[in-house]
């Protein structure tokens, strides 16, 4: 049965056209990880036209191929011009940069490109180990629980994304609040709708999430700011990867970084920017000579990048199992598998045994890519670095429709990305995250869903939440994550820290 | 600025409308039970609650704020995860750029240039169609940024244009309106 899984699986993600999706994948990733200001996030959402429109097997193989090369590409920034592309690979500036002033950008970025690939494999061992276990004891859960993870999932995200709880919860609820529209999802009657036939289909997603991270960035750019000076000139580079015998002194390094990365990537609300600092701050404490770094090591290089990488895998862990996204990244990939009819959940692992699996492979064979690419094609990267920013808005704002065109063909779609983009931004300008807006948009369905589902089965009883033991706890603890100004403090000043003593 | 300071107050009264308006659409839906649970109105009327409820905390803390508005604003010194990283570590130049970016905070001007561009290409497109529109926008987006070479302007929007369009049409079998 394995077997004949994993041959399928082979035969899906060894297919030409799935490969090449997953290498599209990674050089966009790269490039938009590599660019900053443009996260990510945004590369995942421009992409989701495309892969709506592949196979399931291409289609996730490019997505993850973003996910990838995205969070790899941000340290070839970092290493050459002491700007982080993306939030994670803001600690491996902290020593990259002076190895590359010093002329060793090159062994920098090898050393970046080791990391992450050995990062992206221990995370990939624990996502292959730990998520059908706990897919296994999440199918014991019942509705009531399920609810309560998902309240848990939102509360997680909302108490990390922005100074104000309040406005975060309120973020939250107008996501929750938006995905009402359309048909019930027990009766199949119209709500909210006003009589418009195009409405009865509900928020289109993919529309929605361009227009959350594309539109923003489009719009601030226009804001004036002061320009002084330009950015630093890159000379000609070739990544260099580190020789056999540092490659090797390094191992403890790598091993740790990759644990810590692993382990954080499982916690909803971590991610990649604080499994890298702790990495650095971690490694910096273990060595004999703590005074060295900030001047440049590879320690201090390989340990983020093994960190940040650590967690592509595992941050699956959530999602793909109790359909808990931690990230942004992994809440769009969600709302990919959702578009394609892969339900994440429990369900998902005896379901779609070979989906499963191709996710797998996927990833494996995103790395490997990756580190080809960033080995030969890095002076490429560094030309691109050189468009100026207006030119690649101005071509992602033209893509941005065309590509919520093409998800249906209606206009509705373009309205949609609009109204969603020019809400982030206006939410933003007034301090209001939007993180909460996309988590709330994938999961809202799921956790009416759920929560009708609830009341059913008790027979219209709504003490159910609170008299089941486990979705007690949940609950309690989201009310924690949200209100308990202890655990906020202790969680935002450890990141303070690390920052502070990290710039 | 008085208006700033009440900004917050009055965002969470325009909620509090959003939040009956929602309430009160949930509750002309059907009442009856699916199986003695209660129907398709009670999840709406829960977040209109819940929308209603977080907007008039932060009504009351944002009129309290107002309030002692003359003591200085005391910032927290939290970090907010997914911005605070990059921030706190770009460049100098970028560090200029942000400082830069606060004292002129006020024009808002710009943006909604930005806003009027975007939803009139949305228009545009239905009325004249992808290959007429998209030029277009691009040709206003550039000038907006503040790009004045000519060369650049015409090229990038045609260039991109054409792309774009044969990128839809040749790889995803769709033709843009």
């Known amino acids: ?503 | 600025m008085t208006l700033r300071k009440y900004q917050d107050a009055i965002i969470a009264v325009l909620l509090l409308g959003f939040a009956g308006l929602f309430a009160y659409q949930a509750g002309q839906l059907p009442q009856e039970h699916v199986q003695r649970a209660p129907g398709m109105a009670i999840y709406p009327l829960l977040v209109a609650v819940a929308i209603g409820i977080a907007s008039f905390v932060l009504l009351v803390r944002s009129l309290i704020k107002a309030e002692d508005a003359g003591s200085e604003e005391k910032q927290e010194p939290e970090v907010d995860l997914e911005e605070g990283v990059t921030s706190r570590n770009e460049s100098e130049e970028d560090r200029s750029a942000e400082a830069g970016k606060q004292r002129l905070a006020p024009h808002i001007l710009f943006p909604i240039v930005g806003i009027a561009i975007l939803v009139s290409y949305g228009w545009a497109l239905e009325a004249v169609g992808y290959l007429v529109a998209t030029p277009a926008l691009l040709a206003l987006l550039l000038l907006a940024y503040g790009v004045r070479s000519w060369k650049v302007i015409v090229g990038l929007s045609a260039g991109a244009t054409a792309v774009i369009y044969l990128v839809f049409y040749y790889l995803l079998l769709i033709r843009l309106p």
Not at chain 1, 71 to 97: E, K, M, N, Q, Y
Not at chain 1, 287 to 299: A, D, I, Q
Not at chain 1, 469 to 490: C, E, G, H, K, Q
Request: charged share 10%; glycine share 12%.
């Open chain 1, 1 to 503: 049965m394995l077997l004949e899984n994993l041959s399928q699986a082979l035969m899906d993600i060894g297919h030409p056209m799935t490969l090449l999706a997953i290498f599209a994948g990674v050089l966009f990733g790269i490039v938009m990880g590599a660019i900053p200001g443009l996260t990510v996030t945004m590369a995942m959402a421009l992409m989701l036209p495309f892969s709506f429109m592949l196979p399931t097997a291409p289609a996730i193989g490019l997505l993850l191929g973003v996910h990838v090369g995205g969070i790899t590409g941000g340290s070839v920034t970092a290493i050459l011009l002491r700007i982080p592309g993306t939030p994670s690979a803001s600690a491996t500036l902290l020593d990259g940069h002076p190895m590359a002033s010093r002329g060793e950008g090159g062994k920098a970025l090898g050393t970046a490109v080791m990391a992450s690939f050995f990062g992206g494999m221990v995370s990939l061992l624990a996502l292959i180990l730990i998520a059908p276990q706990l897919a296994a004891l999440a199918l014991k859960l019942g509705a009531a629980e399920l609810f309560a993870i998902v309240v848990l999932g939102l509360s997680i995200i909302i108490g990390v994304s922005g100074r104000s709880v309040i406005k975060g919860i309120i973020a939250g609820l107008i996501g929750l609040a938006f995905m009402t529209v359309g048909l019930d999802p027990m009766l199949g009657v119209p709500r909210f709708t006003f009589d418009q036939i195009a409405l009865q289909a509900g928020v289109s997603l993919i529309p929605a999430m361009i227009g959350l991270f594309a539109i923003p960035q489009i719009l601030e750019e226009l804001e004036p700011r002061l320009r002084t000076g330009t950015r630093a000139v890159a000379r000609r580079v070739t990544a260099k990867l580190p020789s056999r015998a540092e490659a090797r002194s390094l191992l403890p390094t790598f091993l740790r970084g990759s644990l810590i990365g692993t382990a954080i990537g499982i916690v909803p609300g971590t991610g990649g920017p604080i499994a890298a600092f702790l990495a650095y701050d971690r490694e910096k404490r273990a060595s004999r000579e703590p005074e060295k770094f900030g001047t440049g090591v590879m320690r201090g290089v390989a340990a983020p990048e093994a960190a940040n990488n650590g967690v592509t895998g595992s941050a699956l862990i959530p999602m793909l199992t109790l359909a808990i996204p931690g990230d942004p990244i992994v809440a769009v990939l969600m709302g990919a598998l959702i578009i394609h009819g892969l339900q994440p959940g429990p369900l998902l692992f005896q379901e779609q045994p070979v989906f499963i699996l191709g996710v797998y492979l996927s990833l494996l064979v995103a790395y490997v890519f990756t580190v080809v690419t960033q080995l030969r094609l890095i002076p490429l990267f560094v030309q691109v670095l050189k468009i100026k920013r207006p030119y690649l808005l101005s071509v992602i704002a033209a893509l941005a429709v065309a590509g919520s065109y093409a998800v249906d063909n209606t206009m509705l779609a373009v309205w949609t990305m609009l109204f969603f983009g020019i809400l982030a931004y206006l939410m933003g300008k007034f301090g209001f995250p939007v993180i909460p807006v996309l988590l709330a948009i994938v999961l809202g369905p799921i956790l009416e869903a759920q929560f009708r589902r609830a009341l059913v089965i008790s027979g219209g009883d709504p003490t159910v939440f609170v008299t089941r033991p486990l979705s007690l706890t949940f609950l309690v603890l989201a009310l924690l994550v949200l209100f308990s100004p202890l655990i906020r403090r202790a969680a935002s000043s450890l990141a303070g820290r690390l920052l502070h003593r990290g710039s």
